[in-house]
């Protein structure tokens, strides 16, 4: 099975500030990587697929870039309503791998 | 619009089943791989289980594997996925999830709101 890993495991931010997150696959899944966002109570929300591919309707804030084993989801500018867990997935090959989740919180 | 509606969830007891249903709309259903994927509680997400849009090809967490059973009917436009053997373990929120793709994955754009599960004595 793909493990895969993401840092830091929570950060503290303020509105504003621009925020990346990193996430790493044990081995190589090409650009299969997706990112999601998820708030306390909420089923999650997809940001990103294809690495780098913003879905419908996710603002520009939103970025992501890497291929082969690292990748990182940044967010340009931090709003409030960006508090929240952030997840990426590896769908290169089942089983179907999720990373332990970045928690961004306010600083 | 694209809406994925979870309902079958519930309190069972240890080694019971239980049928979950995910009613979907807003696009041809099957024409797209659909997934389970569930959330213990305070915990992170985990895939649990994936079907093709044609019904031909599935695939399963060995945790769940011969115990789980994954299904579609695509004239009522509704996934399923029959739980027995239930464990303490599995007691979740299970989330269907739409994929872009019909059979190669292409990655989750849709989620629903998700199913409590609670498996207790």
Request: no cysteine; aromatic share 10%.
């Given at each position: 099975d793909i493990q895969m890993t993401q840092s830091p495991s929570s950060l503290s931010a303020s509105v504003g500030d621009r925020v990346t997150i990193t996430c790493r696959a044990s081995q190589g899944i090409s650009n299969s990587l997706a990112w999601f966002q998820q708030k306390p109570g909420k089923a999650p929300k997809s940001l990103i697929y294809a690495a780098s591919s913003l879905q419908s309707g996710v603002p520009s804030k939103f970025s992501g870039s890497g291929s082969g084993t690292d990748f990182t989801l940044t967010i340009s500018s931090l709003q409030p309503e960006d508090f929240a867990t952030y997840y990426c997935q590896q769908y290169n090959s089942y089983p179907f791998t999720f990373g332990p989740g970045t928690k961004v919180d306010v600083k | 619009e694209v809406q994925l509606l979870e309902s079958g969830g519930g309190l069972v007891q240890p080694g019971g089943s239980l049928r979950l249903s995910c009613a979907a709309s807003g696009f041809s259903f099957s024409g797209y791989a659909m997934s389970w994927v569930r959330q213990a509680p305070g915990k992170g997400l985990e895939w649990v289980s994936t079907l093709s849009g044609s019904g031909a090809s599935t695939y399963y967490a060995d945790s769940v594997k011969g115990r789980f059973t994954i299904s579609r009917d695509n004239s009522e436009n509704t996934l399923y996925l029959q739980m027995n053997?239930?464990?303490?373990?599995?007691t979740a929120v299970y989330y269907c999830a739409k994929d872009?793709?019909?059979?190669n994955p292409g990655g989750f754009d849709y989620w629903g709101q998700g199913t409590l599960v609670t498996v207790s004595s």
């Open positions: - | 053997s239930l464990r303490a373990e599995d872009k793709k019909g059979y």
